[in-house]
């Protein structure tokens, strides 16, 4: 069946640096865009990063622009999201999306909690 598993949040003071994985398996990876959203308690579900099927395009959130880098291996079936320079309002729960426009299909992780404190 089709599963994404994030990996890598943790508790990190500010100015840190955390990587987040997505792994995935159950359909095609390398057919399908890859997102990074974030959801801090009581605000909406953001796009933090986004990536083409192929990785020859990336898309960032301003806030995140500079300090966040989005990355994928397809011969893992992995997305990556790099985060440096962590700030107290980075926290929250980061999910993976993957999506395949054309057909109209989706998926999404079930989510990891990064919590950015001193």
């Known amino acids: 069946q089709v599963q994404l598993v994030e990996s890598g949040g943790g508790l990190v003071q500010p100015g840190g640096s955390l990587r987040l994985s997505c792994a995935a398996s159950?359909?095609?990876?390398?057919?399908?865009?890859m997102s990074w959203y974030r959801q801090a308690p009581g605000k909406e579900r953001e796009l933090v990063a986004s990536?083409?099927?192929?990785?020859?395009?990336?898309n960032y959130a301003d806030s995140v622009k500079g300090r966040f880098t989005i990355s994928r291996d397809n011969a893992k079936n992995t997305v990556y999201l790099q985060m440096n320079s962590l700030k107290p309002e980075d926290t929250a729960m980061y999910y993976c999306?993957?999506?395949?426009?054309?057909?109209?299909?989706?998926?999404w992780g079930q989510g990891t909690q990064v919590t950015v404190s001193s």
């Open positions: 990536i083409t099927s192929t990785g020859g395009s990336t």
């Open positions: 999306k993957a999506r395949w426009a054309i057909v109209g299909r989706s998926y």
């Open positions: 159950g359909f095609t990876f390398s057919n399908y865009a």
